[in-house]
Nanobody, 118 residues
Framework: QVQLVESGGGLVQAGGSLRLSCAAS??????????MAWYRQAPGKQRALVAV???????NYADSVKGRFTISRDNAKNTLYLQMNSLKPEDTAVYYC??????????WGQGTQVTVSS
């Protein structure tokens, strides 16, 4: 069983930055070989994929965040990061981490709220 704990969200003005973290803990898992992703869910919308990072560090981003967000990982700490720059009001959402959607998900964490004011 793997537990995911997201943190780092908050209230920020448009154009600002935040860095999200996702700590994975538990037993019988190898974070270093897991393709990880960040997702977000805005009010009244479905959860959407934001960014993906492979075990080797290759990344991919949703068009809406490309050039503004950077996903990274620290395998020694079992931690995933999302650096978010040039934030826009439409980035407001609860942000979650988990495996790439092509793999069975771990239990979802509580997420971290990001609110961008205009």
């Amino acid at each position: 069983q793997v537990q995911l704990v997201e943190s780092g969200g908050g209230l920020v003005q448009a154009g600002g930055s935040l860095r999200l973290s996702c700590a994975a803990s538990g037993t019988d898992f190898d974070f270093s070989i897991t393709v990880m992703a960040w997702y977000r869910q805005a009010p009244g919308k479905q959860r959407a994929l934001v960014a993906v990072i492979t075990s080797s560090g290759r990344t991919n981003y949703a068009d809406s965040v490309k050039g503004r967000f950077t996903i990274s990982r620290d395998n020694a700490k079992n931690t995933l990061y999302l650096q978010m720059n040039s934030l826009k009001p439409e980035d407001t959402a609860v942000y979650y981490c988990n495996k790439h959607p092509g793999f069975p998900a771990w239990s979802w964490g509580q997420g971290t709220q990001v609110t961008v004011s205009s």
